[in-house]
């Protein structure tokens, strides 16, 4: 999936949100940033791994912050089905 969905899709942004509508069932895919802090980070990796929802780690938490339209920094977003 590509980061310039984000601005249009219906999604969980932050990693205790993100956490949560994945136990739920409700996330199809997860971005994730590189440069945040792996304690925040993991704990969100492992429940993609968990239920086998894939994700990238490819961009910063400005990136996905930018890409979500918000004016604060992102360590996840969770996209909805």
């Keep these: 999936m590509d980061i310039g969905h984000l601005a249009s ?3 969980t ?3 205790k949100q993100t956490i949560k509508a ?5 996330v199809k ?3 994730l940033s590189y440069d945040s802090d792996d304690y925040i ?3 969100v990796r492992i429940a993609c791994v ?3 929802i894939p ?3 490819k961009h910063t938490m400005d990136e996905l912050g930018r890409a979500c339209h918000i004016k604060v920094r992102a360590t ?3 996209v909805l089905r």
């Excluded at 994945?22 to 409700?26: N, Y």
């Design 9 to 11: 899709a219906n999604k």
């Design 13 to 15: 942004i932050g990693a």
């Design 22 to 26: 994945i136990a739920k069932g409700s």
């Design 29 to 31: 895919f997860v971005f």
């Design 41 to 43: 980070v993991e704990p």
């Design 50 to 52: 968990e239920h086998d």
């Design 55 to 57: 994700f990238d780690d």
């Design 76 to 78: 996840a977003v969770g």
